[in-house]
């Protein structure tokens, strides 16, 4: 391999950030961060992850609930029959 040419491929700490979950892995990566953390007495570059398996609800059974009242009535409000397309 040509020296210079290819990124830093080091040992990452990924950390989810979703509140209440206390979730992070190391791993291999050639990410690029600002931000270092320590783990194990070892200090490592940190990437800040939104969602991981340990907060997905598709991982965790859980289901959010979104607020979908009103959704049909707010369309016929802002567009009317101004929607177009035919009824069946």
């Not at 830093?8 to 961060?33: A, H, K, N, W």
């Not at 289901?63 to 069946?88: E, P, S, W, Y």
Request: charged share 30%; net charge positive.
């Amino acid at each position: 391999m040509k020296e210079g040419i290819h990124p830093v491929y080091r040992e990452v700490l990924f950390r989810d950030m979703t509140p209440g979950v206390d979730f992070e892995f190391i791993t291999r990566s050639t990410i690029q961060t600002k931000e270092t953390a320590e783990k194990d007495g070892k200090t490592y570059p940190l990437v800040k992850m939104d969602t991981s398996s340990a907060s997905h609800n598709f991982y965790t059974g859980e289901q959010r609930i979104m607020d979908t009242a009103g959704r049909v009535d707010k369309f016929r409000q802002k567009f009317g029959n101004r929607a177009g397309g035919k009824i069946a």
